[in-house]
């Protein structure tokens, strides 16, 4: 095969592996949507909806067709390639790393076991092995190219986001090195020295200067957006050591790997790391809870800059135990939404097939747990 073939194979993989990965959150997010019908153009506006479970499937075999069609001795997208500037190496373990994902939930889920195993093992050789290969993309430090959070924490000119206190009580509470990175410490007494963080109380207005603020380096527009980080990856493998799951190395080595990997990924040094996991409640050995409550809190912890995934973890493995505010919203049904509802436009424009995947998957509500979700 000429290597013009070559190249072009490894630009549509790359674009594939986006899609996959663009797909498994529209399927976290909903549950079942649009999907062998999609895309389709004018050829069908009006596209079916597909089990979540099947979508998962088939994004798993599209993943592995990625991974065997990428040739690491040719080009991809070049210059042109913002994630990992053309390294069609760390490609392959992106791809593997988001398969681990998908087998991770499908395991979850109770259902198509075999496959779930297959993907997780698969994956699990060929993953993310240090911060080196996370997956993220680079903002500029001028609008409209800068990171979306300095757009709403700084460029709107809000000044109403503060971190929550359920977050901030958590972190303060095992002396969480992180803190000082994630939060600001903008609260002082009347002589000017710091006071203790206070996060914002969920459901209510919070007076912004009252309470303590999110961490500068967030706040910074060219701060790098992640989408698969290598602290996630090996919580997922310590979650697949725990699941039974034929793999590599203990669910509390992983465990530590995983704490180890986002304390560095956030500029903590590697004794104020070691010490942290030194204590009794946060060592895998003597933390409180099931191995579903350990995983799942450090996950969450590590995971602040990633709400969606951090939620995604959180309903996968029902920790933390988030309780929603009292005055929560009547559709969430008293509880912390486990989906989001269909948009509007997809009711008005395409309703039969709505009325039909709402129906299937036990009615589009905020509380209808996905297939994965128990």
Same mark, same amino acid.
């Given at each position: 095969?000429?290597?013009?073939?070559?190249?072009?194979?490894?630009?549509?993989?790359?674009?594939?592996?986006? &899609?996959?990965?663009?797909?498994?959150?529209?399927?976290?997010?909903?549950?079942?949507?649009?999907?062998?019908?999609?895309?389709?153009?004018?050829?069908?506006?009006?596209?079916?909806?597909?089990? =979540?479970?099947?979508?998962?499937?088939?994004?798993?075999? #599209?993943?592995?067709?990625?991974?065997?069609?990428?040739?690491?001795?040719?080009?991809?997208?070049?210059?042109?390639?913002?994630?990992?500037?053309?390294?069609?190496?760390?490609?392959?373990?992106?791809?593997?790393?988001?398969?681990?994902?998908?087998?991770?939930?499908?395991?979850?889920?109770?259902?198509?076991?075999?496959?779930?195993?297959?993907?997780?093992?698969?994956?699990?050789?060929?993953?993310?092995?240090?911060?080196?290969?996370?997956?993220?993309?680079?903002?500029?430090?001028?609008?409209?190219?800068?990171?979306?959070?300095?757009?709403?924490?700084? +460029?709107?000119? #809000?000044?109403? +986001?503060?971190?929550?206190?359920?977050?901030?009580?958590?972190?303060?509470?095992?002396?969480?090195?992180? &803190?000082?990175?994630?939060?600001?410490?903008?609260?002082?007494?009347?002589?000017?020295?710091?006071?203790?963080?206070k996060g914002g109380i969920?459901?209510?207005?919070?007076?912004?200067?009252?309470?303590?603020?999110?961490?500068?380096?967030?706040?910074?527009?060219?701060?790098?957006?992640?989408?698969?980080?290598?602290?996630?990856?090996? +919580?997922?493998?310590?979650?697949? =050591?725990?699941?039974?799951?034929?793999?590599?190395?203990?669910?509390?080595?992983?465990?530590?790997?995983?704490?180890?990997?986002?304390?560095?990924?956030?500029?903590?040094?590697?004794?104020?790391?070691?010490?942290?996991?030194?204590?009794?409640?946060?060592?895998?050995?003597?933390?409180?809870? &099931?191995?579903?409550?350990?995983?799942?809190?450090?996950?969450?912890?590590?995971?602040?800059? #990633?709400?969606?995934?951090?939620?995604?973890?959180?309903?996968?493995?029902?920790f933390p135990a988030l309780?929603?505010?009292?005055?929560?919203?009547?559709?969430?049904?008293?509880?912390?939404?486990? #989906?989001?509802?269909?948009?509007?436009?997809?009711?008005?424009?395409?309703?039969?097939?709505?009325?039909?995947?709402? &129906?299937?998957?036990?009615?589009?509500?905020?509380?209808?747990?996905? +297939?994965?979700?128990?």
């Amino acid at each position: 095969m000429l290597p013009k073939f070559v190249v072009r194979k490894n630009k549509l993989a790359m674009i594939d592996i986006l &899609t996959v990965y663009s797909f498994q959150i529209l399927v976290d997010t909903f549950g079942d949507i649009p999907y062998s019908e999609a895309l389709k153009g004018s050829g069908n506006y009006l596209p079916k909806y597909d089990k =979540a479970v099947e979508i998962y499937k088939d994004l798993i075999v #599209r993943l592995n067709a990625d991974i065997a069609n990428i040739d690491v001795s040719q080009p991809g997208f070049g210059k042109a390639d913002v994630i990992y500037g053309d390294n069609l190496a760390k490609w392959i373990k992106f791809a593997n790393s988001i398969k681990l994902k998908l087998g991770i939930n499908l395991k979850a889920s109770g259902l198509e076991g075999a496959i779930a195993d297959n993907a997780i093992i698969s994956a699990s050789n060929g993953t993310f092995t240090s911060n080196g290969d996370n997956a993220k993309i680079s903002y500029q430090v001028s609008v409209p190219n800068t990171n979306p959070l300095y757009v709403d924490l700084v +460029f709107s000119g #809000r000044h109403d +986001f503060v971190p929550a206190k359920p977050f901030v009580d958590a972190l303060v509470a095992k002396n969480d090195p992180r &803190t000082k990175v994630y939060f600001a410490q903008n609260l002082k007494d009347a002589d000017g020295k710091p006071l203790p963080y206070k996060g914002g109380i969920v459901g209510i207005k919070n007076s912004f200067g009252k309470f303590t603020h999110i961490g500068d380096v967030l706040q910074l527009p060219d701060f790098k957006g992640t989408y698969l980080d290598y602290a996630e990856v090996e +919580f997922l493998l310590a979650e697949a =050591a725990e699941r039974g799951v034929a793999i590599s190395g203990s669910a509390a080595s992983h465990y530590t790997k995983a704490i180890k990997a986002s304390m560095q990924d956030w500029g903590v040094t590697a004794s104020d790391a070691d010490a942290y996991l030194s204590q009794p409640a946060v060592s895998y050995a003597t933390a409180t809870g &099931t191995w579903q409550q350990k995983i799942g809190d450090q996950a969450w912890y590590a995971l602040f800059n #990633r709400g969606f995934e951090g939620w995604t973890s959180a309903r996968r493995l029902n920790f933390p135990a988030l309780v929603p505010p009292s005055n929560a919203d009547a559709a969430a049904e008293g509880k912390v939404p486990s #989906r989001m509802t269909y948009p509007i436009r997809e009711q008005t424009l395409n309703a039969s097939n709505y009325k039909a995947a709402a &129906t299937a998957i036990g009615g589009d509500k905020l509380a209808t747990k996905l +297939f994965w979700d128990k």
